[in-house]
């Protein structure tokens, strides 16, 4: 069967939705607006005298509880792009050398364009037209998954009301993640420091590639609050809270700044609820909010998108 199938967006979703259709023998082309792949599994890479570190400003881990991705991860892990992240139980795992590696070999023979935002589809006799910013040509396709987080879904649905209405369900807290490195490796800090449900700004703080490279993630009420802050006061709030953790352990340590990046949309707080395909027309939506708030619940969701998608096209 040969169709003509646009998935948008380059996170987990996207590519578990183009991988699953290619196991059905359909070839489908990725869109994404961003500079990488990867969505929310965010990798910052930073070069210093020809030595290559990685921040992780999105996901810091994932894991594997369900039959296929457990595959995905196995086979990861056999060819050495994915490693077990600390001694947790249920596992966690890390892509190697980076998280964004482990997205670059499992995509490694798909058909993706980063850097090209989708802008509108509208029902077209049974297809779905589409046109992008970088092409800025109407485009035909017997089939479109839409993995963007449900609030920015929603402005692309105008001609498809029953999925509209399934984005409209979801909510999401979010997320400030402030980079941070050390002058030099720390000895007597620990890999990560996790604040999940305790007092404090933070929830998570963890080293990315090394031990030098960390990221600090605030917690939803200091992130919610902060998106319409001044951002320097925001960075001087967390930078304070890591140094008063950091110092008690190392206190000759210098940390400097990297950079902030606030997700609006960070984490699921409430997962959609109604159909997944339109009724009438070749399109569907996947991504974590249709799951659960992470990697593993987006890439199912995706292997789902595609199998409506499949099936709607026989
Ligand atoms: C700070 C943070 C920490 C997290 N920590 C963890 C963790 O430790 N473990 C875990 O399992 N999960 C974690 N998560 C959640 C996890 O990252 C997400 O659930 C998962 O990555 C979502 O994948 P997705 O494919 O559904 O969406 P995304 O990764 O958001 O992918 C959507 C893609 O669509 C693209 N896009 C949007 N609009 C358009 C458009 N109009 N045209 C083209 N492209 C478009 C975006 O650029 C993006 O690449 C974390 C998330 C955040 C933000």
Same mark, same amino acid.
Request: net charge positive; glycine share 6%; with cysteine.
């Given at each position: 069967?040969?169709?003509?199938?646009?998935?948008?967006?380059?996170?987990?979703?996207?590519?578990?939705?183009?991988?699953?259709?290619?196991?059905?023998?359909?070839? /489908?082309?990725?869109?994404?607006?961003?500079?990488?792949?990867?969505?929310?599994?965010?990798?910052?890479?930073?070069?210093?005298?020809?030595?290559?570190?990685?921040?992780?400003?999105?996901?810091?881990?994932?894991? /594997?509880?369900?039959?296929?991705?457990?595959?995905?991860?196995?086979?990861?892990?056999?060819?050495?792009?994915?490693?077990?992240?600390?001694?947790?139980?249920?596992?966690?795992?890390?892509?190697?050398?980076?998280?964004?590696?482990?997205?670059?070999?499992?995509?490694?023979?798909?058909?993706?364009?980063?850097?090209?935002?989708?802008?509108?589809?509208?029902?077209?006799?049974?297809?779905?037209?589409?046109?992008?910013?970088?092409?800025?040509?109407?485009?035909?396709?017997?089939?479109?998954?839409?993995?963007?987080?449900?609030?920015?879904?929603?402005?692309?649905?105008?001609?498809?009301?029953?999925?509209?209405?399934?984005?409209?369900?979801?909510?999401?807290?979010?997320?400030?993640? %402030?980079?941070?490195?050390?002058?030099?490796?720390?000895? #007597?800090?620990?890999?990560?420091?996790?604040?999940? #449900?305790?007092?404090?700004? %933070?929830?998570?703080?963890?080293?990315?590639?090394?031990?030098?490279?960390?990221?600090?993630?605030?917690?939803?009420?200091?992130?919610?609050?902060?998106? #319409?802050?001044?951002?320097?006061?925001?960075?001087?709030?967390?930078?304070?809270?890591?140094?008063?953790?950091?110092?008690?352990?190392?206190?000759? %340590?210098?940390?400097?700044?990297?950079?902030?990046?606030?997700?609006?949309?960070?984490?699921?707080?409430?997962?959609?609820?109604?159909?997944?395909?339109?009724?009438?027309?070749?399109?569907?939506?996947?991504?974590?909010?249709?799951?659960?708030?992470?990697?593993?619940?987006?890439?199912?969701?995706?292997?789902?998108? /595609?199998?409506?998608?499949?099936?709607?096209?026989?």
């Amino acid at each position: 069967m040969s169709k003509k199938i646009l998935i948008i967006g380059s996170g987990i979703a996207g590519i578990s939705s183009s991988l699953k259709l290619k196991s059905y023998g359909l070839e /489908a082309t990725i869109i994404d607006k961003g500079n990488f792949i990867g969505g929310r599994i965010g990798t910052r890479e930073v070069k210093i005298r020809n030595k290559t570190y990685y921040f992780y400003h999105g996901a810091q881990f994932f894991n /594997a509880k369900s039959d296929n991705f457990q595959k995905i991860i196995q086979n990861g892990v056999n060819k050495k792009y994915i490693q077990k992240y600390g001694s947790f139980s249920p596992p966690r795992y890390r892509g190697y050398e980076s998280m964004r590696n482990f997205l670059m070999n499992l995509s490694q023979y798909l058909n993706i364009i980063q850097n090209a935002k989708v802008c509108h589809l509208i029902p077209y006799n049974d297809k779905i037209s589409v046109i992008d910013n970088k092409s800025s040509i109407w485009q035909t396709y017997d089939g479109v998954i839409s993995t963007p987080p449900a609030p920015q879904n929603i402005d692309l649905m105008k001609g498809f009301p029953t999925l509209k209405n399934t984005l409209k369900t979801a909510s999401y807290d979010s997320c400030v993640a %402030l980079m941070f490195f050390f002058d030099k490796e720390p000895k #007597n800090v620990p890999h990560f420091f996790d604040y999940y #449900n305790k007092q404090g700004i %933070l929830s998570w703080m963890a080293a990315g590639s090394s031990l030098r490279f960390w990221t600090a993630h605030a917690n939803a009420t200091f992130s919610n609050k902060s998106l #319409n802050k001044d951002r320097i006061l925001v960075k001087n709030e967390i930078l304070s809270e890591i140094k008063k953790i950091i110092y008690p352990f190392e206190e000759n %340590l210098k940390i400097n700044f990297h950079s902030l990046q606030i997700w609006k949309y960070a984490r699921v707080t409430k997962v959609s609820s109604g159909p997944q395909i339109d009724p009438k027309f070749p399109i569907a939506i996947a991504g974590d909010f249709m799951e659960g708030p992470n990697v593993e619940s987006a890439f199912i969701s995706g292997e789902k998108a /595609a199998d409506l998608i499949y099936k709607r096209l026989q």
